[in-house]
């Protein structure tokens, strides 16, 4: 029995409306979500053991001439020290400790005229005398507990683990080296942030980017110095004291789970190198307190910098170890309320994101 016309398009329809339904449920959600391009084995985000670098046999031996140098003023140890961070920085620590270590060693070996040159900017004297106070106290400290030359009475506890953390945290941070593998004068230029405006520094550290920032906004412009180790808070307040600045507040924001701007308005957020750890590290909860916090805190249509370290290919070195995929924080952010109006790569292994809070 043959059916009616009427039949034909009324079945026709419901199958049609059915693969509708499906491909609407299914298919075009798919297409429409952002994706993120997987090209090799590596994972999208690592953390590791967070912040620390691995100790390798040369390594070691460089902080053993390190300590020489330091114990009995030998120059033929800084000479030896600097021939092997010169040979393992390139394979080993991009932009990690061993630049900053060379350094010291490098000072060591130059004319008092020399060094006073070294010395000229403020914030690298200041750098040098943490490390350098108490014949070289500080320097001594964290080469012994990085490299294990020493036992520590405290060192599996808390407070020696906590101690290690902020000695490594403070020569990372403000490595007088920084510049030179970071580009940090591009990523600065990048920012858009002018005089008088107001700029939060979230995961400060001890200052490096707050006091440049400080520059940048001028007398009349206000800078918050956001941290959750109140010893590098107490760091940036001891040098903005002695330097007479005038524009940067410290605020401790612990325990992270918001950036502590509570009432307060800035027309930037940065964070740099900070954000791996809360997107890796944090329960889901707590990340989204954390970020809203920053968009709570900004000003309509307020910027926000987000620098961190991306992924890079096997015999690739890169600059540090902890990492996260670009892709997906572009993609989390998006869902946050955030646009993104520009990025850039001024070193392979690092990109900056700028957003638009939307």
């Not at 200041?126 to 080469?143: C, G, I, R, T």
């Amino acid at each position: 029995m043959k059916l009616s016309r009427s039949i034909r398009w009324i079945i026709l329809s419901l199958i049609t409306g059915f693969i509708l339904l499906i491909t609407y449920q299914f298919a075009l959600p798919r297409l429409f979500i952002p994706r993120v391009a997987v090209t090799s084995q590596m994972s999208l985000i690592h953390v590791g053991s967070n912040d620390s670098f691995a100790i390798t046999p040369d390594g070691i031996q460089a902080g053993r001439y390190m300590l020489e140098m330091l114990a009995n003023n030998n120059r033929s140890a800084a000479q030896k020290a600097v021939a092997i961070y010169d040979q393992i920085i390139p394979r080993e620590n991009y932009g990690g400790e061993y630049s900053a270590l060379r350094w010291f060693a490098q000072l060591f070996l130059m004319s008092n005229q020399e060094k006073q040159k070294a010395l000229q900017d403020p914030f690298v004297a200041s750098f040098y005398d943490f490390f350098a106070d108490n014949n070289f106290a500080n320097l001594k400290e964290y080469v012994k507990r990085k490299y294990l030359l020493q036992q520590d009475e405290d060192q599996l506890t808390e407070a020696g683990r906590n101690r290690a953390i902020f000695l490594e945290d403070f020569i990372l941070f403000n490595n007088p080296t920084r510049e030179a593998w970071e580009q940090t004068s591009k990523v600065l230029a990048a920012i858009p942030v002018s005089p008088g405006q107001t700029i939060a520094d979230i995961g400060s550290g001890p200052g490096y980017y707050s006091t440049r920032f400080s520059q940048k906004v001028g007398v009349k412009g206000q800078v918050y110095s956001i941290d959750t180790v109140q010893q590098h808070l107490d760091y940036i307040n001891r040098y903005i004291q002695r330097q007479d600045i005038t524009n940067i507040t410290t605020i401790n924001s612990y325990p992270g789970t918001t950036i502590g701007l509570e009432g307060k308005q800035v027309d930037v957020a940065f964070m740099c190198s900070l954000y791996h750890n809360i997107y890796g590290m944090s329960t889901a909860p707590d990340r989204d307190s954390f970020v809203q916090s920053i968009k709570a805190a900004l000003k309509p249509g307020g910027t926000l910098v987000l620098v961190d370290n991306g992924l890079v290919e096997p015999g690739q070195l890169p600059y540090h170890g902890p990492y996260v995929a670009k892709e997906l924080i572009v993609h989390q952010f998006r869902f946050y309320g955030f646009k993104l109006k520009q990025e850039y790569a001024f070193i392979p292994q690092r990109y900056v994101l700028i957003f638009e809070k939307v």
